[in-house]
């Protein structure tokens, strides 16, 4: 879904990627439950109805997501192109924002905009949950909120990964996005690519994340940085 959501799957429409999303749990958290029947279970657990909900998963979800599909494959353009489209914000202005604090210059970019006033920066970042979320009253852990930062800063165009409707290098983005809330635990983070040394320098730099980044070019000296910038 979120490849298509930067123009990848064209052969695919959403409601079709919805559908098989449905299908594919289905089969995983049937495979999950394999042999569980051969298994001495605590009296409270009703296998049976659960797997009476998993059976009715599919129609549920597809059913839930049928009106959303329907008016995402109405659209001309991919979600990514049509929200620069209509808010001017993209790569070639977010290139333009220089540290320090990157996250709150973009914020206050996107709150000038009609309808992101209402908006609570740091649920649009992901940082704290929606309420609507099941587990909204739980804290997210540093390396979810750097996840999170990240990910929208790439979907923004803040250093946004090349090529993102390839298969390939969208599972590169998400590779590197888990690599740097990873290194959120570590010293010292090691990194020749660009645009994820400046996309985690915002969000280590916004969350107090002491991670120091060293970012070096071949045939370059290496690059040390103050805590999360990325000079």
């Known amino acids: 879904m979120l490849m298509k959501f930067y123009g990848g799957q064209p052969d695919r429409s959403f409601e079709e990627i919805f559908q098989q999303g449905a299908v594919d749990l289905q089969k995983y958290l049937n495979e999950a439950l394999e042999g569980i029947d051969g298994i001495s279970l605590d009296e409270t657990i009703d296998i049976q109805s659960i797997k009476k909900l998993i059976e009715d998963l599919p129609e549920l979800m597809i059913s839930q997501s049928s009106k959303m599909a329907e008016e995402l494959d109405e659209r001309e353009e991919s979600p990514v192109s049509e929200f620069e489209t209509k808010t001017g914000i993209g790569p070639i202005v977010l290139k333009n924002v220089k540290p320090p604090n990157v996250v709150k210059k973009i914020w206050q970019m996107l709150s000038d905009i009609e309808g992101f006033s209402e908006i609570d920066m740091e649920k649009f970042f992901g940082v704290k949950p929606h309420s609507f979320e099941e587990d909204s009253d739980r804290e997210r852990t540093i390396q979810e909120k750097v996840n999170a930062i990240y990910h929208q800063l790439n979907f923004l ?66 690059q040390p940085t103050a805590n999360a910038s990325a000079d």
Do not use: P, W
């Open 157 to 222: 165009g803040y250093y946004r990964d090349s090529k993102m409707k390839k298969d390939r290098r969208f599972r590169a983005s998400f590779s590197d996005m888990t690599h740097v809330g990873v290194a959120s635990f570590c010293h010292l983070f090691l990194c020749r690519d660009e645009d994820l040394v400046m996309k985690a320098a915002a969000a280590y730099e916004y969350l107090g994340v002491k991670t120091r980044i060293l970012h070096y070019k071949a045939n370059k000296q290496i």
